[in-house]
């Protein structure tokens, strides 16, 4: 088959946008991500998960929605500056979850942008009176004039959720389902600013199966992964249904080689 290029049809991109803005460290993958940990129960999933958060050494905030989350308490103690009780939701049947996402993520962006518009008004005000000017004392108690505050000292904070033990639950099943994969396919764009960009959200879901006949991670959402973790599992269609799916970035030969050299014990993935 003879190429053709056609002139004037070529495709440019913005070498400043980027789907992954967020800075993490070297040797870990970018975010925003949607990742996945499939393993049986007793594997060890909870626990990488918690070790993989971190090493990322960069989420802000953590939201945990899981029914077993608070029985955990070793691993609540290691993400607890990261994670604060009221972004601890147990109950996987209470569709407004996911409502209470968006509006998180819509906070931390409404806070930011007022952050930045005080810290304006703040540095034209002293510009204004002059802060060391004895004749403008009397201006220092007024709120006005106190430099503003945000809860992560004017950047973007970088969000996660994490779904843990919910497949079955009313999240993954009718209304919830549809919501969750609408807000897997947009995370990058949650809480957008007025000026362009988004605080975004990186999701994260525990499951024990790949794919199950209903209430499990959507095939959307799969589709779309882009850290997959997969646990030692003794079901060989399991791992097909696996490697066909990741057959668009990676063929199924190098799949499996990568799989059986990476699982020697039951807590290997």
Not at 33 to 44: D, P, T
Not at 63 to 92: G, H
Not at 116 to 122: T, Y
Not at 136 to 143: A, K, L
Request: proline content about 4%; overall charge positive; glycine content about 8%.
């Amino acid at each position: 088959m003879k190429r053709v290029t056609v002139p004037g049809l070529e495709l440019s991109f913005d070498a400043k946008s980027s789907a992954f803005r967020c800075v993490t460290p070297p040797m870990m993958p970018k975010a925003h991500f949607l990742l996945a940990a499939i393993g049986r129960r007793g594997q060890g999933k909870s626990s990488w998960v918690t070790n993989f958060l971190e090493k990322m050494k960069c989420v802000d905030r953590l939201i945990i929605v899981s029914p077993s989350a608070k029985s955990n308490k070793p691993l609540l103690d290691r993400l607890k500056s990261m994670l604060a009780p009221e972004d601890i939701y147990n109950n996987v049947d209470d569709v407004t979850i996911l409502d209470d996402l968006v509006s998180k993520v819509d906070q931390e962006r409404d806070d930011l942008e007022k952050y930045l518009e005080d810290m304006k008004r703040w540095r034209k005000k002293l510009k204004t009176i002059g802060t060391r000017n004895p004749l403008f004392d009397d201006m220092r108690g007024d709120e006005d004039a106190k430099e503003p505050t945000h809860r992560w000292g004017g950047r973007i904070p970088l969000m996660c959720v994490w779904f843990d033990d919910i497949v079955g639950g009313g999240l993954t099943l009718g209304k919830g389902a549809r919501k969750m994969t609408q807000l897997a396919l947009i995370h990058r764009h949650m809480g957008q600013f007025k000026k362009g960009g988004a605080v975004g959200l990186s999701m994260i879901w525990c499951a024990q199966s790949y794919r199950t006949s209903a209430g499990g991670i959507s095939k959307a959402i799969r589709n779309n992964l882009t850290l997959l973790v997969v646990f030692k599992t003794k079901s060989e269609q399991e791992l097909q249904e696996i490697a066909d799916e990741a057959a668009g970035q990676v063929d199924r030969e190098t799949f499996f080689r990568i799989y059986h050299a990476a699982i020697q014990n039951d807590h290997d993935s």
